[in-house]
C-alpha cells in the first residue's frame, strides 16, 4: 500500500458528463461541485475548458464558488486549450495525450516523438503559469510499457505533478494493472492516479489494484458515470478503501445517497435498486434466511451499516419470504403472530406474491390477514 495518502479526483463534470446523451446545465454543474466538495473530494475536474461557451462560463463559476476542493480543467497539450483553462480560473490541469501506438498512428496520425514534444511543451507553460499538472497517458493500458515509461519520465523532467494512468478502453484486469503500476513506480519517481473504465465491469477493481501496487490518486465519477460503460465510481472507491483496505478518507459518506440521486437525476440516468453502495436493494432483505440472520444481527448479511451511505434497512415480504420475517413485519403493525398463524399465513402470502410477480405493500399483507384470521377488533 502506499505510504503517502490516497486523493479521490472526481471527474463526474468531466468523463461523467462525457457519456453519451449526457448534459449538466449550468446550475447542476455548480451544484454538483459544491455537493462534492461538501462530501470530501479534495480534487474536481470540472470540465473541457476549450469548448467556450457554457462549458467555460460553468467551469468559471466552479473556480469562483469559493470550494476547499482543487479544480482542474481537462486540455490537450495544445496552447489555446490551457490557456482557456487560465482564463476560467483552475489552479490544476489535466493535460492529456494518448500514449499507444494505435492511438499516435491513427487518431494522431503522428509519432511518438511528437507525442513526446506536445506534452513536455505544454507541461513547461503550464508549470511556468503556476499550476498544478497531471500528465494523462491516454490509452496507457494499451501502450508499449518501454514508451509509457519514456513518456513518465519526460513528464517527471518537464515538472509534471502526477501522471494519469489511464484504462481508456478498460481492457484491463486487477492483475496485469498491478503488475504495469508496480513497474512504472520502480522505474519513474511519480505519483499516479488510477483512471479506469468499466467495459469489463473491472473499473473499481482495477482502480484498488492500482492503489495497492502503489498509486496514490483515484478518477471516480459518482455512480461510475461516464465514456461507455463509465468509470470506477467514487462511492465504491471509497467504501472499498475504507472497509476492504482500512483506509477511511474521511468522507460524508451519509450523503452519499443524496449526490448519487441528485446525479441520477442532472443526468437523466437511472439509479439502478441493486447499484452497489447507494442502490434501494443494498440494505433490502426478503429471502427468509436472510431477513432472520438481519433481524439476530445485521452484520449476518450486511457489509456495513445502511445509515453510513444514507440509507435504511428494509425487511421486504414476497416469494422467499419466512415465518421469521412475517412475524417481524406484523409486529411492526401491533399484530403478534403465534409460530403456528405465521406457518399458515405464509402459504398464502406466497401464491399472492407469486399471482403478482412482486413483493406485497404492508396494505396488502393486512388484506391477506384479514382475508384468513378475519377482521383485527
Ligand atoms: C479519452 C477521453 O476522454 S479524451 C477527452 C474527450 N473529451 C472530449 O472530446 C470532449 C470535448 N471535446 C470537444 O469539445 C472537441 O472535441 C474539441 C474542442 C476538443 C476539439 O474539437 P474540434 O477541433 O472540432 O476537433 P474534433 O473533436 O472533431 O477532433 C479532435 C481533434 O483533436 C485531435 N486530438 C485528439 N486528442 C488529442 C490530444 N490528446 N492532443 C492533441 N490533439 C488531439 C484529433 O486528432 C483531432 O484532430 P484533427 O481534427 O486534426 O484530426
Ligand atoms: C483522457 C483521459 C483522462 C480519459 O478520460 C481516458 O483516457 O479515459
Not at 449526457?22 to 446550475?27: G, Q
Not at 410477480?357 to 383485527?376: A, I, P, S, W
Request: proline content about 2%; charged content about 25%.
Amino acid at each position: 500500500m502506499s505510504e503517502k495518502g490516497i486523493v479521490i479526483v472526481d471527474t463526474t463534470l468531466r468523463d461523467g458528463e462525457q457519456t453519451a446523451g449526457v448534459v449538466f446545465a449550468n446550475r447542476e454543474k455548480v451544484r454538483i461541485a459544491k455537493l462534492l466538495d461538501e462530501i470530501g473530494v479534495p480534487q474536481i475536474e470540472a470540465g473541457v475548458p476549450v469548448m467556450g461557451g457554457d462549458e467555460k462560463e460553468a467551469i468559471r463559476a466552479i473556480c469562483k464558488a469559493g470550494l476547499k476542493a482543487s479544480i482542474m480543467g481537462w486540455n490537450r497539450p495544445v496552447l489555446k486549450d490551457i490557456e482557456a483553462s487560465l482564463e476560467c480560473g483552475v489552479d490544476a490541469v489535466a493535460i492529456s495525450i494518448s500514449t499507444s501506438d494505435i492511438h499516435i498512428k491513427h487518431k494522431l496520425k503522428s509519432s511518438r516523438e511528437w507525442v513526446l514534444e506536445q506534452m513536455v511543451n505544454a507541461t513547461r507553460f503550464a508549470k511556468r503559469e503556476g499550476m498544478y499538472v497531471s500528465v494523462n497517458a491516454e490509452d496507457a493500458s494499451r501502450s508499449e510499457l518501454d514508451f509509457l515509461l519514456e513518456f513518465a519520465g519526460a513528464a517527471k523532467e518537464a515538472g509534471a505533478d502526477r501522471l494519469r494512468y489511464c484504462d481508456t478502453v478498460g481492457i484491463m484486469e486487477p492483475f496485469t494493472i498491478y503488475e504495469q503500476i508496480k513497474r512504472i513506480k520502480d522505474k519513474v519517481d511519480i505519483e499516479i492516479e488510477m483512471h479506469t473504465h468499466n467495459d469489463f465491469g473491472m473499473a473499481t477493481a482495477n482502480a484498488l489494484a492500482g492503489v495497492k501496487a502503489g498509486a496514490n490518486y483515484v478518477g471516480v465519477t459518482v455512480l461510475g458515470l461516464g465514456e461507455r460503460a463509465g468509470n470506477a465510481a467514487l462511492e465504491e472507491v471509497v467504501m472499498a478503501l475504507k472497509h476492504l483496505y482500512d483506509i477511511d478518507l474521511n468522507f460524508k459518506t451519509e450523503m452519499f445517497v443524496e449526490v448519487a440521486e441528485y446525479i441520477s437525476r442532472a443526468s437523466g440516468r437511472e439509479l439502478p435498486a441493486w447499484k452497489a453502495i447507494v442502490g434501494s436493494n443494498m440494505f433490502a432483505h426478503e429471502s427468509g434466511i436472510h431477513a432472520d440472520g438481519v433481524q439476530k444481527n445485521p452484520k449476518t448479511y450486511e457489509a456495513f451499516q445502511p445509515e453510513e451511505v444514507g440509507l435504511l434497512r428494509q425487511i421486504v415480504i414476497g416469494k422467499h419470504s419466512g415465518t421469521a420475517a412475517l412475524k417481524a413485519k406484523f409486529a411492526e403493525f401491533g399484530i403478534v403472530l403465534t409460530d403456528h398463524q405465521a406457518q399458515e399465513l405464509l402459504p398464502k402470502i406466497r401464491s399472492v406474491t407469486i399471482s403478482l410477480k412482486r413483493n406485497l405493500f404492508d396494505k396488502e399483507l393486512m388484506y391477506v390477514y384479514e382475508d384468513y384470521f378475519g377482521k383485527r377488533d
